[in-house]
């Protein structure tokens, strides 16, 4: 017998809809009484319904949790006005900064620059600020220094669910990243 799931999916749907962070399944399930078990086939049915023409939303997995979010083909153009458009604007360095710290984390400030070739210390600075990167620890070198790796700010602004969603390198530019 296939039970319905139409409240249990809707609740849930309020609930994300009233959150603006990501929630686990654990989180939801407190937050609405329901088992973990109906928290998963709830959140199937919605992803399901939200992927109808006539819905703008979509269940979206980011840094281990859930959260609506509008649907990509509508991002586009909602992203001026709902996007922090001048907070979300990263420089071509503080992209080519962050991407170096996202595809070889954890990573110090003498390994970016090795890399890039030039100083980092301001871009390093600015996605500290934005919250994309933080200290993840010491290397065991003589000196310690931090090591950097990304936030879960970083995978909801890109939209993923984990850092093994960033899309593969080809050999080339997996060159690019490697520390002689």
């Not at 993840?136 to 000196?143: A, F, N, S």
């Not at 879960?152 to 060159?175: C, G, N, Q, T, W």
């Amino acid at each position: 017998m296939k039970v319905s799931l139409e409240k249990e999916s809707a609740l849930i749907e309020a609930i994300l809809y009233l959150e603006s962070e990501p929630l686990d399944e654990a989180s939801l399930a407190r937050i609405s009484g329901l088992g973990k078990e109906v928290i998963t086939e709830a959140l199937e049915a919605l992803r399901i319904r939200c992927e109808k023409d006539d819905s703008g939303v979509e269940v979206s997995r980011i840094g281990g949790g859930v959260i609506l979010s509008p649907k990509k083909e509508y991002w586009e153009q909602l992203r001026e006005r709902y996007g922090k458009k001048n907070e979300g604007r990263l420089s071509r360095a503080a992209m080519e900064t962050l991407s170096i710290i996202a595809y070889s984390q954890p990573i110090t400030r003498a390994e970016i620059e090795g890399i890039r070739g030039v100083q980092a210390d301001n871009m390093i600075r600015l996605l500290q600020e934005r919250g994309f990167i933080h200290e993840v620890g010491k290397k065991d070198t003589p000196g310690r220094p931090v090591q950097y790796g990304t936030t879960k700010d970083f995978l909801k602004f890109f939209r993923l669910e984990s850092i093994a969603d960033l899309p593969k390198l080809d050999e080339k530019e997996l060159d690019r990243f490697e520390l002689e």
